[in-house]
């Protein structure tokens, strides 16, 4: 079992910068690849940066590449995401989610442990 606690969504106005993170606990957590997706009002879960067990390969979704940027610290059992150059269809809830498996990857059915979610508004 994994519990994950996100922490520090917010609002923000277009082309600010948040960071987000989320506190995993239960299993050794370098061992297994941790996800940051999102989901607006009326849409579907999406996916937005995966980052493997060591921290060393990472995955990004083609609307936040180059503005947000996933990390780890195994020390602190800690998954980041850095985002820059916020945008306001940038607005969703943001949900760490953590695998099974030690690779990165872009689909929800690969990840067993979900957090509550964190509140990220961009206002224009």
């Known amino acids: 079992q994994v519990q994950l606690v996100e922490s520090g969504g917010g609002l923000v106005q277009a082309g600010a910068s948040l960071s987000v993170s989320c506190a995993a606990s239960?299993?050794?957590?370098?061992?297994?690849?941790m996800g940051w997706f999102r989901q607006a009002p009326g849409k579907e879960r999406e996916f937005v940066a995966a980052?493997?067990?060591?921290?060393?390969?990472?995955y990004y979704g083609d609307s936040v590449k180059g503005r947000f940027t996933i990390s780890r610290d195994n020390a602190k059992n800690t998954v980041y995401l850095q985002m820059n150059s916020l945008k306001p269809e940038d607005t969703a809830v943001y949900y760490c989610?953590?695998?099974?498996?030690?690779?990165?990857?872009?689909?929800?059915?690969?990840?067993?442990?979900w957090g509550q979610g964190t509140q990220v508004t961009v206002s224009s």
């Open positions: 239960g299993r050794t957590f370098s061992t297994y690849a």
């Open positions: 989610a953590a695998s099974l498996l030690f690779t990165p990857a872009p689909a929800p059915g690969r990840y067993a442990y």
């Open positions: 980052i493997s067990g060591s921290g060393a390969s990472t």
